[in-house]
């Protein structure tokens, strides 16, 4: 028999996510400075490489460490200098810590949960490298709410749709709650599902336009100022 299920994000919407990175790329950003070199220049050169480097290498733990050794190295060229080994390494690593910062939850997270977890149950879909996400996964204290958790590398229509045909879910019924409009909700709506939108700080690549937006008939959409307002509004509707 089918039944409702709530899909929930992960990064920035349970947890800290964007502001590790932030904080690694002012880090990088320093030390380019203090290098000589036009900190500036080096960050629009490594937000457009990041963004160029999901299509080839995804989710993947060195893109954004990648980005970052490679918008060095144009910055230096355009200088005519070149990269020392240890510059280039010490970069790798500062970015690096964008994926091993501790993982801190976002305030009410944990109890919103547990409200929802007795209405329907609920499944966890995030997109990162698997590595780092099944770490922050475990050290979030939260998967005791939850009855599986399933970690791609993009979500689209179909992944929410396989999700839900794996799990004999309602989809008419079902929900997805996330803070990313282009990910976590756009997609729902297309695969038949409800939506709860929670905008919250997130990278470029979630800003992008949806591609698709769903036309009637669809699934509520709702628009939530954080997740426990979110779940509030999914519960009352779930009845």
């Known amino acids: 028999m089918s039944h409702s299920v709530i899909v929930f994000d992960g990064d920035d919407t349970l947890w800290e996510c964007q502001r590790h990175f932030d904080e690694a790329r002012a880090a990088v950003a320093d030390y380019v400075s203090g290098l000589g070199l036009d900190a500036d220049l080096w960050r629009q050169l490594q937000h457009d490489l990041d963004l160029d480097l999901v299509a080839t290498r995804g989710m993947d733990r060195r893109r954004f460490p990648l980005s970052c050794e490679l918008a060095l190295e144009q910055v230096s060229h355009q200088v005519g200098r070149l990269v020392r080994d240890q510059d280039r390494y010490r970069v790798g690593e500062l970015a690096d810590r964008a994926h091993i910062a501790p993982v801190q939850l976002l305030p ?15 499944m966890l879909l ?15 204290g939260l998967m005791r709410h939850f009855q599986g958790v399933r970690i791609c590398p993009d979500k689209h229509a179909g992944i929410f749709a396989s999700l839900m045909h794996d799990l004999q879910a309602d989809r008419a019924h079902s929900w997805s709650i996330g803070n990313s409009e282009a990910s976590d909700i756009v997609p729902a709506l297309q695969a038949g599902m409800n939506a709860a939108w929670v905008p919250r700080g ?38």
Do not use: F, K
């Open 108 to 122: 009410g997270v944990a109890e919103a949960l547990a409200r929802a977890a007795q209405s329907a149950p609920l």
């Open 126 to 140: 995030t997109c990162a490298d698997p590595t780092v996400q099944r770490r922050r996964i475990y050290n979030s």
């Open 202 to 239: 997130t990278w470029a690549h979630d800003l992008r336009p949806p591609a698709y937006r769903p036309t009637a008939p669809a699934g509520l959409s709702l628009r939530a100022e954080d997740l426990s307002a979110a779940v509030d509004l999914v519960l009352e509707r779930l009845g």
